[in-house]
């Protein structure tokens, strides 16, 4: 089982779940220097800016079974 977004004390849980953890801060630092762009008038063409996402790996996985 794989949750989304690592929400605090998910990490606590029996088995302690799996998650993607977004990188909430530097979304925030993209978002304000876009802001300030636009309020500066130099908008120009939409941008496009991915952030990667984070594994982290708990214990609500495990790797898969070798059959045969």
């Keep these: 089982?794989?949750?989304?977004n690592d929400m605090p004390f998910i990490d606590r849980l029996r088995?302690?779940?799996?998650?993607i953890r977004f990188p909430?801060?530097?979304?925030?630092?993209?978002?304000?220097?876009?802001?300030l762009e636009r309020i500066?008038?130099?908008?120009g063409p939409v941008r496009v800016i991915y952030l990667a996402p984070e594994l982290v790996v708990r214990g609500s996985t495990a790797p898969c079974r070798q059959t045969g």
């Design 1 to 4: 089982m794989v949750g989304f």
């Design 15 to 19: 088995p302690p779940l799996t998650t």
């Design 24 to 35: 909430h801060y530097q979304l925030g630092t993209e978002a304000a220097q876009l802001l």
């Design 40 to 43: 500066g008038g130099r908008g």
